[in-house]
T-cell receptor, first 109, second 115 residues
Framework: GQNIDQPTEMTATEGAIVQINCTYQTSGFNGLFWYQQHAGEAPTFLSYNVLDGLEEKGRFSSFLSRSKGYSYLLLKELQMKDSASYLCAVRDSNYQLIWGAGTKLIIKP | DTAVSQTPKYLVTQMGNDKSIKCEQNLGHDTMYWYKQDSKKFLKIMFSYNNKELIINETVPNRFSPKSPDKAHLNLHINSLELGDSAVYFC??????????????FGEGSWLTVV
């Protein structure tokens, strides 16, 4: 079966750095996405990786290793507004998105 | 301007009722989706339409019937509502279906509570 694993919850301090990991086992691979979802809101797109390596976008970076079935989302200079759930999703060989359950990130002052 | 809009945002209804959720996108996208997010926060695809044609129909009770009158609209009708149907239903769209880098844009969600 297809599976996306990510930690259920993480806590970090304002101004710090946090890394949210995602491992996946899917039928084929056509890219990996990270979405942010604030409580009571819709998921919004953060990043996309299809090749190995690091993609940087401001305070957020996303890394992919296809051989290891592994990705992480790195958030720097954490702000209180970064408190949200972060969803990892992989597009499989049929172009369907397989979603993880999300990691709830709690930022403390 | 809202890119993907769905109505209603909140819906409380009794078991056995029939209800509809409407969705519209003004992004000019070819593909639209219905997702269900349960209390455990898993996003599960229910249906996907590409240019008004059904392309994904996951294992969903046939009480759920999507309808796409044109590629900008995808409505969801639910018959004989059950307690287990309580969830958040997200409509979404993407430019294409079979493109690796396809970003999916979500509507604000419809919070359905069946009592």
């Amino acid at each position: 079966g297809q599976n996306i694993d990510q930690p259920t919850e993480m806590t970090a301090t304002e101004g710090a750095i946090v890394q949210i990991n995602c491992t996946y086992q899917t039928s084929g691979f056509n890219g990996l996405f990270w979405y942010q979802q604030h409580a009571g809101e819709a998921p919004t797109f953060l990043s996309y990786n299809v090749l190995d390596g690091l993609e940087e976008k401001g305070r957020f970076s996303s890394f992919l290793s296809r051989s290891k079935g592994y990705s992480y989302l790195l958030l720097k200079e954490l702000q209180m507004k970064d408190s949200a759930s972060y969803l990892c999703a992989v597009r499989d060989s049929n172009y369907q998105l397989i979603w993880g359950a999300g990691t709830k990130l709690i930022i403390k002052p | 301007d809202t890119a993907v809009s769905q109505t209603p945002k909140y819906l409380v209804t009794q078991m056995g009722n029939d209800k509809s959720i409407k969705c519209e996108q003004n992004l000019g996208h070819d593909t639209m989706y219905w997702y269900k997010q349960d209390s455990k926060k898993f996003l599960k695809i229910m249906f996907s339409y590409n240019n008004k044609e059904l392309i994904i129909n996951e294992t969903v009770p046939n009480r759920f019937s999507p309808k796409s009158p044109d590629k900008a609209h995808l409505n969801l009708h639910i018959n004989s509502l059950e307690l287990g149907d309580s969830a958040v239903y997200f409509c979404a769209s993407s430019r294409y279906f079979d493109d690796s880098g396809n970003t999916i844009y979500f509507g604000e969600g419809s919070w359905l509570t069946v009592v």
